[in-house]
């Protein structure tokens, strides 16, 4: 069964401070996508990467794909307000048929 | 271009009553994924349809069933309901082509309540 444990699962900081999410799997995906999900909206798309190594910027987010192509990471510079939400990474499993969902970091930044 | 739409919104139903949900999709998407979000397992994927066939299903039991029509709406059908299938059921969109780096469009999700 192919997992994805994503870590933290909860982080509240303050406006101004970096933070680094984590999606770490023993299966090998043939790609990492991040999402963020707004309350009674569904998840929207933020970057999809898929090469192993691969590091993408969008403004004020850095992703990461694992050289293994089994883990991720999002680190966000200087969170605002704005960020807060429900980030999730998936994994697209090798057939690319079915998508796989970690759990969740829920992050609220303060003002 | 309308984004993915899903009907009803929200509904209620008491245990061993049937559901079904749609979700069409964005005009010209071939691809509808379905998934099931809870608070304790997050979300977790139901099954994939492309040109009206199952490409792909998770691990729920066969209670979960959908089918894709012609014109790429999808519906999902959920029999004896139990008070655990309570959840916020989400359906995507994508080409279908390029699996591994299709973008996934969700909708906003069926909020459905077994009492």
């Known amino acids: 069964t192919q997992l994805l444990e994503q870590s933290p699962q909860f982080l509240s900081i303050q406006e101004g401070e970096n933070l680094t999410v984590y999606c770490n799997s023993s299966s090998v995906f043939s790609s990492l996508q991040w999402y963020r999900q707004e309350p009674g909206e569904g998840p929207v798309l933020l970057v999809t990467?898929?090469?192993?190594?691969e590091v993408k910027k969008l403004k004020r987010l850095t992703f990461q794909f694992g050289d293994a192509r089994k883990d991720s990471s999002l680190h966000i510079t200087a969170a605002q307000p704005g960020d807060t939400g429900l980030y999730l990474c998936?994994?697209?499993?090798?057939?690319?048929?079915?998508?796989?969902f970690g759990a969740g970091t829920r992050l609220f930044v303060k003002a | 271009k309308a984004g993915v739409t899903q009907t009803p919104r929200y509904l209620i139903k008491t245990r061993g009553q049937q559901v079904t949900l749609s979700c069409s999709p964005i005009?010209?998407?071939?691809?509808v994924s379905w998934y099931q979000q809870t608070p304790g397992q997050g979300l977790q994927f139901l099954f994939e349809y492309f040109s009206e066939t199952q490409r792909n299903k998770g691990n729920f039991p066969g209670r979960f069933s959908g089918r894709q029509f012609s014109n790429s709406r999808s519906e999902m059908n959920v029999s004896t309901l139990e008070l655990g299938d309570s959840a916020l059921y989400l359906c995507?969109?994508?080409?279908?082509?390029?699996?591994?780096?299709?973008?996934?469009?969700f909708g906003p999700g069926t909020r459905l309540t077994v009492l």
């Open positions: 998936a994994g697209v499993d090798a057939g690319g048929f079915k998508t796989i």
């Open positions: 990467v898929v090469t192993g190594g």
């Open positions: 995507a969109s994508s080409s279908g082509t390029a699996p591994s780096t299709d973008t996934q469009y």
């Open positions: 005009s010209g998407h071939r691809s």
